[in-house]
């Protein structure tokens, strides 16, 4: 079992930057790999970005490959997601999730456990 919370989310004017943080709790944490999702309101949730257990292996969704970063700390049971030059079109609810299936995958369903989200605002 594995509980999620994230943190760092706001309201930031384009072009600026905020660092989401997804506390995970439980011995396992090393065994699962960790994506972001987002939902803004009206839309489905989509896939942001995911990282192996081993920090090795990164996919990132084409909206923020270049401007998104994905990180983890094993020694702070953190992932971390990094976003740099928001556009108001990343405007959503960002949820961080854990996967035991190791082929990195973009779809929600795939994903066993779930953070209870974070808001992120873009003003243009």
């Known amino acids: 079992q594995v509980q999620l919370v994230e943190s760092g989310g706001g309201l930031v004017q384009a072009g600026g930057s905020l660092r989401l943080s997804c506390a995970a709790s439980?011995?396992?944490?090393?065994?699962?790999?960790m994506g972001w999702f987002r939902q803004a309101p009206g839309k489905e949730r989509e896939f942001v970005a995911v990282?192996?257990?081993?920090?090795?292996?990164?996919t990132y969704a084409d909206s923020v490959k270049g401007r998104f970063t994905i990180s983890r700390d094993t020694t702070k049971n953190t992932v971390y997601l990094q976003m740099t030059s928001l556009k108001p079109e990343d405007t959503a609810v960002y949820y961080c999730?854990?996967?035991?299936?190791?082929?990195?995958?973009?779809?929600?369903?795939?994903?066993?456990?779930w953070g209870q989200g974070t808001q992120v605002t873009v003003s243009s």
């Open positions: 990282i192996s257990w081993s920090a090795s292996s990164t």
């Open positions: 439980g011995r396992t944490f090393s065994s699962y790999a």
């Open positions: 999730a854990a996967t035991y299936d190791y082929d990195l995958p973009a779809r929600a369903n795939r994903y066993d456990y």
